[in-house]
Nanobody, 123 residues
Framework: QVQLVESGGGLVQAGDSLTLSCSASGRTFHYAMGWFRQAPGKEREFVAAFSWTGESTYYTNSVKGRFTISRDNAKNTVYLQMNSLKPEDTAVYYC?????????????????WGQGTQVTVSS
């Protein structure tokens, strides 16, 4: 079992920045982490992720250049730095863990999910 707790969401204005955190606890084994988001009335979509080896990062096109995924292995924490936020970034953001080298963009590849944190960007 892996427990994930997100934090850092909030209400900001367009152009502002936020940093989301996701702390993992539980069994210790190799895993890869990613961030997804879900806006009202829409499907959950991929935002960013580490590769299985952790050497590479991937982003959906709409956040490239604005969002950065990073991690602190000593703290078992992954971060999502979000800059130049736009109203269309408004969503509940989820961190997730996958236990295999699956498709990092596919939500079905992830085995554990956090509870989500709301990010609201006003125009």
């Amino acid at each position: 079992q892996v427990q994930l707790v997100e934090s850092g969401g909030g209400l900001v204005q367009a152009g502002d920045s936020l940093t989301l955190s996701c702390s993992a606890s539980g069994r210790t084994f190799h895993y890869a982490m990613g961030w997804f988001r879900q806006a009202p009335g829409k499907e959950r979509e991929f935002v960013a992720a580490f590769s299985w080896t952790g050497e590479s990062t991937y982003y959906t096109n709409s956040v490239k250049g604005r969002f950065t995924i990073s991690r602190d292995n000593a703290k078992n924490t992954v971060y999502l730095q979000m800059n130049s936020l736009k109203p269309e970034d408004t969503a509940v953001y989820y961190c997730a863990v996958r236990l295999t080298a699956g498709q990092f963009m596919a939500a079905d590849s992830y085995h554990y999910w956090g509870q989500g944190t709301q990010v609201t960007v006003s125009s």
